[in-house]
């Protein structure tokens, strides 16, 4: 007997839809279309691109949606790039309620690495309906990981847990039905909106947590849960690493070709170790965040801050700001980014309000408001809090949450108009205190000019912090500046018991000067420096007998 | 989901993953391979999952289409009247951890990377320990992976599909049969009545290892 053919994705989908609507019996129930995962990995563990993964969704969605589903579930996912593709296709084609639910381990991680923190805060700001979990564990063991998922999003949860573990002599799940319903209800303590069950349950476990749920007992117990919640988390993240806004984070300048001729050379020549080296090597000095601008003219800004902002989250952890003045390089860094990310930036002007604050609120970035409009930047802290205020209810207006505006009051250079900085730090006291938003400043600008910029950046990197800077863009390889943030932590009470300090301080006298590499290797052939692992050696030496290979060959054709 | 345990890294394991033949190593290697071996202890998060299943006479697992193809596994598992077939990971993220290791040091990644291929040895092996603790007064076989001798590679998805790994413990199977992540093992074993010959794995666990002229020529003696 011959095997059938396989069906298209678009016909399993119509007989599914179809099939569940045949089992109503006149309860008027709703059918979903049911999303898992595509079975290939995504980028950057795997080889399926971001943009592969949309369009075999968009088929997906639009079979569902052709074939009259009610809503659209997404469900589990253990990828938060793979969940985001989906989340995107069935958004841009349909207009069905989504809902999304992952699987976690019991550390609150998923197997990729998605944070419980990061899930939460992509999928609420993607706009998502309602998510949580299912699958992975039993009731009992997903409980704490909801009271997580509790503190970073407001929306609906939804948990379908696993009939407890599995016994890997047998293969079978453990919990019986009773078992299940009683395991499940603390979860309504946190809000639960929407329960069912995964993995080795039946229609029978249904069926008794439902009685459960419609006894009377219960309804007292439901009201109480609202008064309880628990204070709700904000922050920007990668899918592996959240920087919670609740205290100060260091925004890291590098990555940006402004006067950096090496790094211009990088983007014309798409050398992305070179770039991905510059965000390691601000990880590493202790940035919260990176901003990514890739701006320079005669290259496809577009194609490259999404090619870079890829690279950048395939080896680094930390969320990112897109920095750009083109919507469409915006546009394609938001699409590409795995987590949730700050766009830099959107100004005074309407047309810039026009263009870019539909972008942040659709892929649910928070975005960097600049202080300057249509005539320019102003000279007095009310005017510039005023544009504040303008790109605030702009954002409001089209849908967008007060937390997502942060407001830059702009730095300029202290050496050609010496009034203008205290003029801004005023602004940024009453941005932060009377507007209630938090604040964005770049800094090393302020001293550009004078001899021993370092003593005014730090001085006023300091007195800015002071009046409410909580997001401030340096450069992190430059310790002073780093020395002063770290200083500032243990003054403000965010470094409890200054033990971030401390650590840094001691630990960098315990590091003896490094001898210098010239003295080290002075007699040593290239073969020695390769043996020994000495790679600036190595490369230096190799220059040289290429240079002098060179010569060598122009000499004899003379 | 079992209980995975890396309980230690085989140095002469490490070191033949990274191909050494003998010669001697230099003090700062030999702090780097520390180094690198303890990033390993701490970043890899192993999991592991396992089931039991009935060998029927045809050698095919009862209740399934799985039966493996070639000489090597009926060899193995002619005193077996069951076979436990298990998938351990040390998870993505090591997997991270390597990745992120290229872009900075190659020099450093390669020395990751055997460590890693250690651990998860050493996690294979601990899980046959439990597995034999538990299963006593019976005995295992030594594991046999898709890939050893003739059991095909292509018999890899069976083990996906059977112990429902991507669910249980993250691991995927790429169209060119590639686990992703990369330090995972797919191995069945036979359960017998009677004490099973155990082969050598490999030539970090052979006495002769630091000292074997044949290893010195890049060769083995044909025992593994």
């Known amino acids: 007997m011959s095997k059938p053919a396989a069906a298209s994705s678009i016909e399993l989908v119509k007989a599914g839809v179809r099939c569940a609507r045949a089992a109503d019996r006149g309860e008027g129930i709703l059918v979903a279309l049911d999303i898992g995962p595509l079975g290939q990995i995504l980028e950057p563990l795997g080889t399926l691109r971001f943009e592969e993964a949309y369009e075999l969704f968009r088929e997906i969605v639009i079979a569902g949606r052709d074939a009259g589903a009610d809503l659209i579930v997404i469900e589990t996912m253990s990828d938060l790039y793979e969940v985001k593709a989906a989340v995107l296709a069935a958004k841009e084609n349909s207009c069905l309620p989504v809902w999304t639910t992952m699987t976690f381990e019991a550390s609150g991680r998923s197997f990729v690495g998605a944070t419980v923190s990061a899930m939460g805060l992509t999928l609420s700001s993607l706009g998502v309906d309602a998510l949580g979990f299912n699958c992975s564990l039993g009731p009992k063991e997903l409980l704490p990981l909801v009271h997580e998922l509790r503190r970073w999003t407001d929306l609906p949860l939804i948990l379908k847990p696993n009939a407890g573990l599995p016994d890997p002599a047998t293969g079978e799940y453990r919990l019986t039905p009773e078992d299940f319903a009683e395991e499940l209800l603390p979860a309504l303590q946190e809000g639960i909106a929407y329960l069912g069950g995964c993995c080795g ?196 207006k089209i849908g967008m949450p007060k937390e997502d505006v942060l407001i830059d009051c702009l730095t300029l250079t202290v050496s050609v108009q010496q009034n203008q900085a205290a003029e801004t730090l005023k602004a940024v006291r009453h941005v932060r205190e009377t507007l209630g938003l938090h604040t964005v400043l770049g800094v090393s600008n302020i001293s550009f000019g004078l001899p021993a910029r370092e003593n005014i950046t730090v001085s006023f990197l300091t007195q800015a912090l002071s009046a409410g800077l909580d997001l401030p863009i340096v450069n992190p390889n430059q310790d002073a500046v780093m020395d002063a943030i770290a200083s500032y932590r243990v003054l403000s009470g965010e470094d409890r018991d200054s033990e971030a300090y401390i650590h840094r301080f001691t630990s960098r006298e315990a590091v003896p000067k490094a001898v210098p590499a010239a003295e080290a290797t002075s007699g040593l052939s290239l073969t020695d420096c390769i043996l020994r692992g000495l790679r600036g050696e190595t490369a230096r030496m190799t220059e040289k007998a290429l240079d002098d290979e060179c010569r060598q060959r122009r000499l004899r054709r003379l | 989901m079992a209980d995975a345990k890396l309980t230690g890294i085989s140095r002469k394991e490490t070191l033949q993953y990274l191909g050494w033949l003998g010669s001697p190593i230099p003090d700062e290697l030999e702090d780097e391979i520390s180094r690198c071996e303890s990033r390993i202890l701490e970043t890899a998060r192993p999991r592991a999952v396992w089931r039991l299943f009935d060998l029927l006479p045809d050698g095919s697992l009862a209740g399934t289409q799985f039966r493996p193809d070639g000489q090597d596994v009926p060899a193995l598992l002619k005193d077996c009247s069951q076979v436990i077939l298990m998938a351990v990971t040390l998870g993505s993220e090591t997997e991270r951890l390597l990745r992120t290791a290229q872009a900075r040091s190659m020099g450093e990644a390669v020395i990751l990377d055997a460590a890693a291929g250690a651990a998860v040895e050493n996690v294979c092996d601990n899980l046959c320990r439990d597995l034999e603790a538990q299963f006593s007064p019976r005995f295992l076989t030594d594991r046999f992976s898709p890939g050893y001798g003739d059991f095909p590679f292509s018999q890899q998805r069976a083990f996906f599909d059977l112990l429902d790994i991507t669910r249980r413990i993250g691991v995927s199977l790429t169209d060119s049969g590639l686990m992703l992540p990369q330090k995972s093992v797919t191995a069945l074993m036979g359960l017998a009545d009677t004490p099973q010959e155990h082969r050598h794995r490999g030539c970090a666990s052979c006495r002769l290892f630091e000292t074997c002229s044949f290893r010195k020529e890049g060769k083995h003696c044909g025992a593994v």
């Open chain 1, 201 to 396: 349950t039946t229609p029978d476990f249904i069926r008794v947590l439902h009685e459960r749920l419609a006894s009377p007992a219960l309804s007292g117990g439901q009201a109480a849960a609202g008064s309880e919640k628990p204070p709700r988390k904000d922050g920007v993240c990668s899918a592996t690493n959240t920087a919670v806004f609740d205290g100060v984070r260091v925004i890291g300048e590098r990555i940006n070709p402004t006067g950096k001729k090496r790094f211009q050379q990088a983007l014309r020549e798409q050398d992305l170790d070179y770039i991905v080296a510059r965000g390691l090597e601000q990880q590493d000095a202790g940035a919260d965040i990176l901003d990514v601008n890739v701006g320079l003219p005669g290259i496809d800004e577009p194609a490259m801050m999404a090619r870079t902002v890829k690279a950048l989250q395939a080896v680094i952890d930390l969320p990112l700001q897109i920095d750009s003045s083109n919507p469409e390089a915006i546009e394609a860094g938001l699409r590409a980014v795995n987590g949730r990310a700050i766009v830099n930036s959107v100004s005074g002007k309407a047309e810039s309000l026009e263009t870019i604050l539909p972008l942040c609120r659709k892929y649910g970035a928070k975005v960097v408001g600049l202080c300057l409009d249509e005539n320019g930047i102003p000279e007095t802290w009310q005017a510039r809090a005023a544009i504040a205020a303008r790109i605030l209810n702009a954002a409001l």
